[in-house]
């Protein structure tokens, strides 16, 4: 019986990559000519959101979506989650309809077809420089300046398969309060079990993700920012452990 769910499991990844290639392929020259200007930013998005449901549907994913304040058009936000799965960045696109821009690892421009439109689309940090950390700071406010919100996943990374959600990093939260942004926090509550980044490992079935009440953080100052921090990984700890219940 093992030997069966091992072949499953194979050919479940390589899917998810022929899924991933795809409609970047079959799109490729609207998706070039989407990134041509920063302006043009909002076509790209809508491109992006268009191949996110690409891949889950195709993953047999179910995602049902719980709001408990929904974003306002035209108004900038601080996007959060917890990271568990490759599938995530899908599920945030899928998630949020106003148009963001990831904060994200620079190792992930190294993907093939997927990391060409990342690099040029993304805000890339590398965690292990001071410079690089200080520059997301100066991009992402030109960003914020054009309109656009931006999403972070505060753990700075993957957690091992036995954490149910790391320490948050600083970042996120230092940035929202500097800009005078909401924070909306999101909880995924099943992408660890639908498709972790252990290989042998993943299935079809149910993906839920909930906005909560957003954290606001008008009159706030950098003094407040681990305490900010503090209360969105409560809020997420606390939904999955609902969810886990």
């Not at 996110?52 to 108004?75: D, S, T, W």
């Not at 292990?128 to 960003?143: D, P, T, W």
Request: glycine fraction near 4%; charged fraction near 20%; include cysteine.
């Amino acid at each position: 019986m093992k030997i069966f769910k091992c072949i499953f499991w194979v050919l479940y990844r390589i899917w998810f990559y022929v899924l991933v290639a795809l409609p970047i392929l079959v799109l490729f020259p609207l998706l070039v000519l989407s990134i041509l200007k920063e302006s043009w930013y909002p076509f790209f998005f809508k491109l992006a959101r268009f191949w996110a449901r690409f891949i889950l549907f195709g993953m047999g994913f179910n995602v049902k979506i719980e709001r408990e304040q929904l974003p306002e058009a035209q108004k900038s936000y601080m996007f959060i989650a917890n990271h568990t799965s490759m599938a995530d960045i899908m599920l945030m696109l899928v998630t949020v309809k106003n148009p963001f821009v990831f904060v994200g690892k620079k190792e992930l421009a190294k993907i093939p077809l997927f990391g060409f439109f990342y690099k040029r689309t993304s805000i890339l940090v590398d965690r292990s420089s001071v410079k690089s950390r200080q520059a997301v700071f100066l991009r992402a406010q030109r960003r914020l300046q054009q309109g656009m919100s931006i999403c972070i996943f505060p753990e700075g990374g993957v957690p091992h398969e036995n954490v149910a959600l790391d320490v948050f990093k600083n970042g996120a939260f230092r940035m929202a309060i500097n800009h005078h942004i909401p924070i909306v926090p999101i909880t995924f509550g099943d992408n660890k079990k639908r498709f972790s980044y252990i290989f042998f490992s993943g299935s079809p079935g149910r993906m839920r993700a909930k906005i909560h009440k957003f954290i606001t953080t008008e009159g706030l100052t950098i003094e407040d920012t681990k305490r900010v921090n503090l209360e969105a990984r409560e809020l997420l700890l606390n939904q999955l452990n609902s969810y886990n219940s």
